[in-house]
């Protein structure tokens, strides 16, 4: 009888052993189910991230192709502009080069059209002298037609040049020779070989003289 109840002390040890829980236990298999939860989550927020940087990067892509496809339109409109530009500049420059060709070709145009009158007279004067012995009135004719002459040119800026009694100035004399004359001071123009001529501001041609030393 006394084996018995020891036998039965004994189950009831072995049972009793089996149901205690060991804290160590409890709390190592919590945390492993917590750890299973928390590689989940931040595989999660791992993912999301990876796809907001994707989606990010597409975005700038999609932006740099749309300002370079912006810049390119921009750089051929500009080349387009530069090409016309030159067309044009070309144009202008063969127009200038032709109206400077012109202007030098037709630059006394209007002077020998002024002339022409001129040339007329001198016709009917040699005309008229070779019917007419009056060399009287030939030589009026031809005073007319050099009054004519001088007056059209006048009006271009012609002037003559004073020489005769004036100081020897070699801007506006030529000296062809040099001879003593009484009651006149040295290096004076007394006599004037060919007359010399001013255009406006400038020496046409200077008068040849003779000045006295």
């Not at 052993?17 to 927020?45: F, L």
Request: glycine content about 6%; aromatic content about 6%; some cysteine.
């Amino acid at each position: 009888m006394a084996q018995e109840q020891e036998g039965s002390d004994t189950v009831k040890d072995h049972s009793a052993q089996a149901q205690e829980v060991n804290p160590e236990d409890t709390k190592a298999g919590a945390n492993a189910s917590g750890d299973t939860g928390s590689g989940e989550e931040t595989r999660s927020i791992g993912d999301d991230q990876d796809k907001w940087e994707a989606s990010s990067a597409q975005e700038k892509i999609l932006t740099l192709q749309a300002e370079l496809e912006r810049v390119q339109a921009q750089a051929e409109d500009y080349l387009k502009q530069w090409q016309r530009l030159q067309a044009e500049f070309d144009n202008y420059r063969k127009r200038t080069q032709r109206e400077k060709e012109d202007l030098v070709r037709y630059a006394s145009e209007q002077i020998i059209k002024a002339m022409l009158p001129v040339l007329d007279n001198f016709e009917r004067a040699m005309a008229a002298a070779q019917s007419n012995q009056d060399f009287g009135a030939f030589a009026q004719g031809v005073d007319m037609i050099f009054r004519q002459m001088f007056n059209i040119l006048a009006k271009e800026g012609l002037t003559p040049i004073e020489a005769v009694g004036q100081p020897f100035d070699p801007n506006l004399h030529e000296a062809i020779f040099r001879t003593e004359v009484e009651g006149q001071p040295e290096n004076t123009v007394v006599e004037e070989v060919q007359k010399g001529y001013r255009l406006k501001d400038r020496v046409l041609r200077p008068s040849m003289v003779k000045v006295s030393c």
